[in-house]
RNA sequence: GCGCCCGUAGCUCAGCUGGAUAGAGCGUUGGCCUCCGGAGCCAAAGGUCAGAGGUUCGAAUCCUCUCGGGCGCGCCA
């Protein structure tokens, strides 16, 4: 509806060009947008405001040159001037239930359009190293990316979900020593944990799945490990420390052994990870190895474009780039005055490979205290030649969890963190998922844990599906007593749904698709779960205002059709947050 | 010190690329169950949109500054 009006618009603009009252270079955007107030009609632009300036004249009189060159249309019934320049629409009274027909007939297809058409843009999202489980600050990210995806994939767009996989670096390896150690005391010897390891519960069961694996074949005494290594912190430094225990592993094991450390560590918390994810509703097209560009060798060849562009220069043996000429706020290295390349530097690699991959818009969901990250990504991809306007990053601020109204105190280092897993088991996945995109991504997020599990009103989750569930009762309720719901009655009598609790669903109804084109766009699912809400809540209202079993089967099958309309759209709003839509609760 | 995000009702937040009288939920107060699920509905009270300038027909929205809160500023990942 909004759409035709533009069309509208469009060609009365185009008239008044040809008639010289505006100027013919003028470009303006048509905006057509609801009408808060019905006085003012159903829909309303400010088109004539706009062109007041460049046009030199007064917004009154364009608006009614431009109503005068409006080409008529039997959905429209009454065109305005009003207030400074508005120009407010009034549709037919039958062009509303017609919405309840179009639902009736897309079915999930409802709200789903073309307007990607069929662009490959890629979502990478969550992303996080692979050093241990989930926990509830990727959670929101999970949630916000997928959401972000889903959406993108409703309006058109091929949409390619990827999760890099950190399993080239540092990080890696310290992982890969705790599972080695606490696998040797699974052995039998006694081992004095680096205060830098991994201490979390998960190590322990990987190292009892290793030595399933290998029996005591890569067992060592503790005695030769630890012999004249430097001293783990407070004495001395922990990180040189964990740094000689790991080349210490290397030397005692050999590569292929410490390898096989390595791997099974790497593989056992990504499968966990997967599991986790897809619990949680979340799945990929592809999780990127960073290994694999080390070993195809993309990390040097992005370095190495990057020379012969002559962006980068040597500086204390390493090799620095420049992106402070691309805007970032100083240079940074991306080889290492040992020889090693910086995380910095296969990220190059992999965003330059994102785009030689050919695709048209490539968006990041990082944390957000990443944020600092953000110029000098781009500042390499500008070097390397790539449009940077196709490259988006969206930062998600963090979620504290609230619980009895105190914060719930989170920490990584006693490696008792709040999971993901845990926090799912705790108030299940379709809570966890509403609440974490229910906020504009740059607000920080209170997760009331209370909130998301009472089965309350209060709860907008609860209130949501229970609209849904309330539908599907009245279905059954209706079978119950024998009644068949006539559905190509109920269209032909949707003219009978005259009463103010049908008209405000009508309206609700068929902007849905505005809607989800707009969260698309902006990349906000929290017009979704907003939206969900009050479609909820004008149906509860309608529920008690009316009953829809009624005697007259014309009304009856009409408003039968109005609220099974109304079931498709929650259903299909929230598949979209990955949220289920219960027949009962 | 520099950079990014945030500041709207007692609390948690919406407010669409600037638009007509700033909206929800919770909480508070007062109503609605012989009836399709009361896990629901209705009503009332509650605001100097942090503050000050600026841009224009018009600013919660855009720009600048100030104040307050969060986060980040490694040859870590």
Redesign the pocket.
């Known amino acids: 509806m909004k759409d035709h009006i533009q069309t509208l618009l469009s060609a009365a603009l185009d008239r008044l060009r040809d008639q010289g009252l505006i100027p013919a270079d003028t470009e303006v ?1 048509v ?7 019905r ?3 159903d829909f ?1 632009t ?1 088109l004539a ?2 062109l ?2 460049p046009a030199r004249r007064n ?1 009154r009189e364009i608006a009614q040159a431009l109503v005068a060159a409006l080409p008529s249309s039997p959905e429209i019934e009454r065109v305005e001037i ?5 120009i ?1 629409f009034t549709l037919v009274p039958e062009a509303w239930p017609r919405v309840v027909s179009h639902i009736l007939e897309a079915g999930e297809a409802y709200g789903r359009s073309d307007i990607g058409a069929g662009r490959r843009v890629q979502v990478e999202f969550v992303s996080a ?1 692979p050093t241990g489980p989930l926990h509830v600050g990727h959670g929101r990210g999970a949630a916000y990316g997928a959401a972000v995806a889903d959406l993108l994939a409703a309006v058109g767009y091929q949409v390619h979900r990827e999760y890099y996989v ?1 399993d ?5 390896n310290i992982l890969a020593v705790s599972v080695w150690l606490r696998y040797l005391e699974a052995c039998g010897e006694t081992v004095p944990f680096p205060s830098n390891g991994y201490r979390g519960d998960y190590v322990r069961g990987i190292a009892a799945r290793l030595r399933e694996a290998v029996g005591e074949r890569l067992c060592r005494p503790a005695g030769e490990v630890f012999a004249d290594l430097p001293p783990d912190a407070p004495q001395g430094d922990k ?1 040189v420390h964990i740094d000689a225990l790991i080349a210490r592993a290397k030397a005692l094991l050999g590569e292929a052994e410490w390898r096989e450390v390595f791997d099974l560590g790497l593989s056992a918390i990504l499968e966990d990870i997967r599991e986790d994810l897809e619990a949680f509703g979340v799945v990929y097209e592809a999780w990127f190895s ?1 290994r694999s560009l080390v070993a195809s060798g993309a990390v040097e060849r992005a370095v190495e474009r990057l020379r012969e562009g002559g962006h980068t220069y040597e ?4 090799l620095w780039f420049r992106s402070s000429a691309f805007g970032d ?2 240079d ?2 991306l080889i ?3 020889g ?1 390349p ?3 530097a296969s990220d190059v690699a992999y965003h330059l490979e994102k785009f030689e991959r050919g695709f048209e818009h490539v968006i990041d969901i990082w944390g ?6 953000v ?1 000098r990504v781009r500042a390499a991809l500008q070097a390397l030649g790539c449009d940077v306007d196709r490259f988006e990053v969206l ?1 998600v ?2 979620a504290v969890l609230y619980r009895g109204g105190e914060k719930v105190q989170m920490s990584t280092r006693s490696g008792e963190f709040v999971t993901l897993r845990q926090l799912r088991e705790e108030v299940g996945t379709d809570a966890a998922r509403f609440f974490y995109v ?3 991504c ?5 997760f ?1 844990l209370d909130l998301a599990k009472s ?4 709860n ?1 989750v ?2 949501i599906q ?1 609209a849904h ?2 539908v ?3 279905f ?3 079978r119950e007593k024998g009644l068949v719901w006539d559905r190509v009655r109920g269209e032909a009598n949707l003219h009978r749904l005259v009463e103010g609790h049908e008209q405000a669903l009508f309206e609700r109804l068929s902007r849905y698709p ?1 809607l989800v084109e ?1 969260a698309a766009l ?1 990349r ?1 699912p ?2 979704i779960a ?1 939206y969900l ?2 479609l ?2 004008d149906f ?10 009624v005697e007259e089967a014309e009304l009856r099958d009409a408003r039968l059709c109005l609220i099974e309309a109304v079931r498709q759209v929650i259903a299909n709003g929230l598949g979209l947050l990955g949220v289920s839509a219960p ?3």
């Open positions: 955007a905006h057509v947008e609801r009408t808060r107030d006085r003012h009609g309303a400010n405001m706009a007041a300036r917004p009003a207030g400074p320049g508005f407010n190293n950190n080239a670096g540092r990080q890696m990180e960073e500086k204390g043996g390493a706020e100083k940074r290295v290492r005055d040992n090693e910086t995380y910095f957000a205290d990443h944020h600092g990250y110029p930062l601020q963090f229910m906020r504009r740059e607000q920080h997020l209170d009331d089965q309350s009103a209060d907008p609860y209130y229970y569930a309330r599907c009762s009245v059954r309720q209706a505005e707009a902006a906000e929290h017009q907003h809400r009050e909820a809540n509860h209202t309608y529920y008690n205002a009316h009953p829809f079993l027949e009962s609760m």
